[in-house]
């Protein structure tokens, strides 16, 4: 089945700067991949998806790039502030039999001030 | 628009007892997912009904974990007896197809098993 490895675990930053959270999954035929952000206590909200048939999606500080050949793909979030602290989930839709999403473990961002 | 509501919100009780957990999906969606989230780690699926008839339940333990989706709405679900590993948040979903569309969340049920 799906496996999704996402990395790191924890990301500290200032600030202002910018975030980088990777993830990588097994199944080739996967063409959906949502990010969620949590924050403490809370639900999980999608914060932005992208799928199989382009390489690149942004809203304005967020931006996810999907690289299939490799089969990984990234959360980019730029001028980071604190609100954006959270832990965010990337997923993959798993193709074998019925149709899934599989959560990577998660990444716990602390923007500091 | 209304969300995904879930009761109760906590709920505590002795290993090997029943509990049960309810959720109302938001009006209109054909999808409703059941998902464990167990501290610091991903929402796992654990059943999925497309309307009231069941997608995946691979996931779901069937020797103590049940659920059900009456008339393609709310849906329950029920693990008995509890063990200790149950000890998880229970995160309710739906999207108003399938998979592929946005997936929105309820609050949780956060199960302590002692």
């Known amino acids: 089945g799906e496996n999704v490895e996402q990395h790191p675990s924890t990301l500290s930053v200032q600030e202002g700067d910018s975030a980088v959270i990777k993830c990588t999954y097994s199944?080739?035929?996967?063409?959906?991949f949502p990010w969620y952000k949590q924050e403490l206590g809370k639900r999980p909200q999608l914060i932005i998806d992208?799928?199989?048939?382009?390489g690149e999606k942004k809203d304005q500080r967020i931006a996810v790039t999907l690289n299939k050949t490799a089969k990984h793909f990234s959360l980019h979030i730029t001028e980071t502030q604190p609100e954006d602290s959270a832990v965010y989930f990337c997923?993959?839709?798993?193709?074998?039999?019925?149709?899934?999403?599989?959560f990577g473990k998660g990444t716990k961002l602390t923007v500091n001030p | 628009e209304a969300g995904v509501a879930q009761s109760p919100r906590y709920k505590i009780i002795e290993k090997r007892q029943s509990v049960a957990f309810w959720c109302n999906p938001i009006s209109g969606h054909a999808t409703l997912y059941w998902y464990q989230q167990i501290l610091g780690q991903g929402p796992k699926l654990l059943i999925q009904?497309?309307?009231?008839?069941?997608?995946?339940d691979s996931q779901l333990p069937k020797d103590r974990f049940s659920a059900e989706r009456l008339k393609g709405v709310d849906s329950t679900l029920k693990i008995q007896p509890a063990k200790l590993e149950d000890s998880a948040v229970y995160l309710c979903?739906?999207?108003?197809?399938?998979?592929?569309?946005?997936?929105?969340f309820g609050p949780g049920t956060r199960l302590t098993v002692l």
């Open positions: 992208i799928r199989s048939n382009v």
């Open positions: 199944d080739s035929a996967s063409n959906y």
């Open positions: 997923a993959a839709i798993t193709q074998g039999g019925s149709e899934k999403l599989v």
């Open positions: 979903a739906s999207s108003p197809r399938g998979t592929t569309d946005t997936q929105y």
């Open positions: 009904f497309q309307n009231n008839g069941v997608v995946d």
